[in-house]
């Protein structure tokens, strides 16, 4: 048995976590978006649209090329906006070091039941 308090770990990573680059970009470049309401509407109403095209591609959906097509334009036409583009940049350095963090943490708990 061992004396590591697993919450107290736990706590220890989300402190570091929040602590980090790009965690503390991600959450600027946030602000920085919010503080526009029309900006932060373009963003939601994109999130939306990529979330209707995420679900009809798990369902199997066939999904016309126009629709396609006039999801990339959006994405590019609002990635002309400077502090939307770093927000994208931020949070996709952000979600990757997040993902990272549960690969490793995955591949100890296999490792550990293989044990």
Known sequence: MSNVNSYDKAHELARAITKSEPYLNYCQAKKEVEKNPEW???????????????????????????????????????????????????ETAFVQMFNDIQEIINKAIESGLEA
């Open 40 to 90: 932060t509407s373009k963003l939601l109403e994109l999130r939306q649209r990529q979330a209707e095209f995420n679900r009809a591609q798990i369902l199997g959906n066939d999904i016309p090329k126009e629709t396609v097509q006039e999801l990339s334009l959006e994405f590019a036409h609002i990635n002309q906006i400077n502090e939307i583009a770093e927000f994208f940049r931020a």
